[in-house]
């Protein structure tokens, strides 16, 4: 079993910061490509941003400029550090790692609440 575990999700006022976490644990031996997916209420769920084993990174035009994506491969976690947050990015904010043999792993979820 592969066990996806998100944290850092909270409330915070608009124009803050939060720094979201991801580990992926279990019967996984390597991970590709990893990212952060978000759903708002009554929406999608879409790409907020993605990063593979290289270190290249992808993100939402919504997103650039604000959120930055790393990761640390010996670790199997990825971070979401998030700044100047907007109302528009409250959402559940979920995590997705990708095996090598393009197996798909979702958490559970993480809110995040931008809100004064």
Known sequence: ????????????????SLRLSCAVSGSIYVINAMGWYRQAPGKQR???ATINRS???NYADSVKGRF???RDNAKNTVYLQMNTLKPDDTAVYYCNA???DHSHYW???????VSS
């Open 1 to 16: 079993q592969v066990q996806v575990v998100e944290s850092g999700g909270g409330l915070v006022q608009p124009g803050g």
């Open 46 to 48: 879409e790409s907020v």
């Open 55 to 57: 270190g290249g990174t």
């Open 68 to 70: 930055t994506i790393s």
């Open 98 to 100: 990708i095996s090598n």
């Open 107 to 113: 958490g559970q979820g993480t809110q995040v609440t």
